[in-house]
């Protein structure tokens, strides 16, 4: 692993907010090189509690949420936790926060007090609807604005209840669009004249940003587009087959020489040659006809057999993977997807963060460490604290005592 610089490295992050939204772009934003200074309540952030935990009693999830970051305890309902997170802010570059909105300029940290002390800084909120508009109060977890971003609709198989991924895409979406954002503007500003900005993150716009040709095709061609179960609407061949060891495939046979390629391999030149399948538009009127075919050759041969002969005539074909899977895999292994840090004397897998990059590649430093874990480094060493100021800090319970 490359311990060269990092692109953002030089650039200072106050994380403030919970869960994940707003956690996973400062996780992102670290990783690039950031100095992502995470502020949460005495009590700590929830997610370190959440799903699985270690002999600990912190949940696993936050070794890899938490990684590179410099936990601070501050109790922002406390004046004094307010004013030392105004103080704190002064030295930042960026901002991310992902409480409802208006509720941290009733603190007197929002965007426009603060750019007005310091018009450099770049303030990233992430909220459910918004930060105006008329539902920008109403409150918005990812699996509410995942409907209301269209995603649920078009997910499921028809007549039935739309479903849910089991992972919580809006709130991650969100962290992309905000890190992408937070990028965006680091650039702007280094122009001649340039200026910090807020970037403004909804939950639902960011699963809007994936519904592709769905409003174009409505406006112009009155369609609207629903669930269609395992396929995609309006391409074809591209679905999910059962095999006889009980394993299911993914097939994208829908480029025309592709699309001949696989139905010779499956046994069907027929179809191969015949030429109301030979574009992507005929294929759709006989999608039901091609599905069953490849469903019958499936389901007389293993997934491996099929993976195979599929590969072998560059046919996109692939399984359907669990984590234990990924982790067993050798691609992924080989592309450096694991990273191992060390939990109470043990070693624990955490994911990589993504892009690659050539020159200039992130890293994971340290995982998630305990509350307040940097309290004497930030408030010491950025805030210039002494010791009477942190007794009376945590005497008041606005920080906790300094982990051992």
Not at 20 to 27: C, R, V, Y
Not at 117 to 122: N, S, V
Not at 223 to 228: D, F, H, K, M, V
Not at 253 to 276: T, W
């Amino acid at each position: 692993m490359s311990d060269g610089q990092r692109p953002l490295e030089g650039i200072r992050v106050i994380e403030m907010g919970q869960l994940l939204a707003g956690p996973f772009t400062g996780t992102i934003l670290s990783y690039f090189g950031a100095e992502v200074i995470k502020v949460e309540p005495p009590t700590g952030d929830p997610i370190r509690g959440w799903r699985l935990l270690d002999e600990s009693g912190t949940s696993f999830w936050w070794r890899s949420l938490g990684r590179n970051k410099k936990s601070v305890s501050l109790d922002l309902k406390s004046e004094r936790g307010q004013q030392l997170a105004k103080e704190l802010i002064k030295t930042a570059d960026v901002v991310v926060e992902n409480f409802r909105p208006g509720l941290i300029e009733t603190w007197g940290i929002g965007p426009d007090e603060m750019r007005a002390e310091k018009p450099g800084l770049i303030y990233a909120r992430i909220s459910g609807y918004g930060q105006d508009g008329p539902y920008a109060s109403k409150p918005g977890y990812a699996s509410v604005t995942e409907g209301f971003g269209g995603f649920r609709y078009i997910n499921g198989e028809p007549g039935k209840p739309p479903i849910r991924t089991n992972i919580s895409m809006g709130d991650t979406l969100s962290a992309i669009h905000a890190a992408l954002g937070i990028a965006l503007a680091i650039i702007q500003r280094s122009k001649p004249g340039g200026e910090g900005q807020v970037i403004d993150v909804a939950l639902y716009e960011s699963i809007f940003n994936l519904m592709e040709g769905i409003v174009p095709e409505y406006d112009g061609g009155a369609a609207i587009r629903g669930p269609s179960g395992t396929t995609v609407t309006g391409i074809v061949p591209t679905n999910t087959y059962l095999c006889d060891d009980g394993k299911h495939v993914v097939i994208g046979g829908n480029g025309d020489s592709i699309f001949k390629r696989l139905m010779v391999v499956a046994g069907r030149s027929d179809m191969a040659e015949n030429p109301q399948m030979a574009d992507n538009a005929g294929r759709v009127i006989h999608q039901e006809e091609i599905d069953k075919a490849l469903s019958d050759w499936c389901a007389v041969h293993s997934s491996a057999h099929v993976i195979g002969a599929l590969e072998e005539v560059r046919v996109p074909v692939g399984p359907i993977y669990s984590v234990e899977d990924m982790v067993e895999d050798e691609h992924y292994n080989a592309r450096g997807m694991f990273e191992s840090v060390e939990i109470n004397g043990e070693p624990l897998k955490i994911p990589a963060i993504l892009p690659k990059m050539s020159s200039t590649p992130g890293r994971t430093d340290w995982p998630g460490g305990e509350i307040g874990s940097h309290n004497d480094e930030v408030l010491r060493g950025i805030l210039q604290l002494g010791d009477e100021d942190l007794a009376q800090l945590l005497e008041a319970g606005v920080i906790t005592a300094q982990p051992e």
